[in-house]
């Protein structure tokens, strides 16, 4: 087994490039191969726009997916695209590592979404959703929450960590991936310069990097998240009357 390891954090110490090494070396360590895209490290540009393309389909005026499928089709994608492309043709397991800003992931890791999953190439109107590109691939989440997992809850002041993650995971259903259910690392904080919260730190870290590594170890017996595909739609893309999901 390949995996890719999509890691989106500034800081080199911090918990994520930490459960970013767990991974690694828990997968390592069961007989597979691992690449890491570490976003920051490699200043992957996350903002998608003309300057990216040297042979324009339309000059005077800038559609993405029109320009993604053009450098697509004339082999001129940008190199760092492309390079994210490979990895993840490689790859059988994805897991994406960031943390929650702003109820969502952080900027760079949208724009990796922008920019890495182009028209054309790896999605068009029909291949997509249960017939998309990357059907046959796990792709999994492990994400760090400031707050503590009960404000995350269905009644917590943050919201349901289910709705928060629902843009990510679907977007990965539309591409075609098995989606697994997140790995939540809740009430991360800074270690501080106190003795005593470096120490929480460090004992909350050593927690969730045991954690991780035990549910890394488990991810062949998981089933995925459950969408629903083409063949549950009607012809406006809406479920049919007498989908069981309308009852849900």
Not at 11 to 33: C, H, I, K, V, Y
Not at 174 to 197: E, K, R, W
Not at 209 to 226: G, Q, S, V, Y
Not at 241 to 248: F, I, K, S, T
Request: net charge negative.
């Amino acid at each position: 087994m390949h995996a890719l390891i999509v890691h989106c954090h500034p800081e080199p110490d911090s918990f994520n490039a930490a459960l970013t090494a767990t991974a690694r070396q828990t997968l390592t360590e069961a007989g597979a191969t691992v690449t890491v895209s570490d976003l920051y490290a490699e200043s992957f540009d996350p903002v998608e726009g003309p300057r990216h393309y040297t042979e324009r389909a339309d000059a005077d005026y800038f559609s993405a997916l029109t320009e993604q499928r053009h450098a697509g089709n004339t082999a001129t994608r940008p190199a760092d695209v492309q390079r994210e492309i490979d990895r993840l043709n490689a790859a059988d397991l994805v897991i994406l590592q960031f943390p929650l800003w702003w109820h969502a992931q952080p900027a760079m890791l949208k724009g990796w979404f922008d920019r890495v999953f182009v028209y054309g190439g790896l999605y068009t109107g029909r291949k997509r959703y249960d017939e998309g590109y990357f059907r046959g691939k796990r792709a999994i989440l492990s994400v760090t929450t400031g707050g503590p997992a009960p404000t995350f809850s269905r009644y917590g002041r943050g919201g349901p960590i289910e709705r928060l993650l629902w843009p990510i995971h679907y977007s990965l259903h539309y591409m075609g991936f098995d989606v697994l259910p997140p790995f939540l690392t809740h009430g991360v904080q800074g270690s501080g310069i106190a003795y005593q919260a470096k120490q929480a730190f460090e004992r909350h870290l050593a927690d969730h990097k045991r954690a991780w590594a035990e549910r890394l170890a488990e991810l062949d017996t998981e089933m995925p998240i459950p969408f629903t595909g083409w063949a549950d739609w009607d012809e406006e893309g809406v479920l049919h009357a007498e989908h069981p999901m309308r009852w849900v």
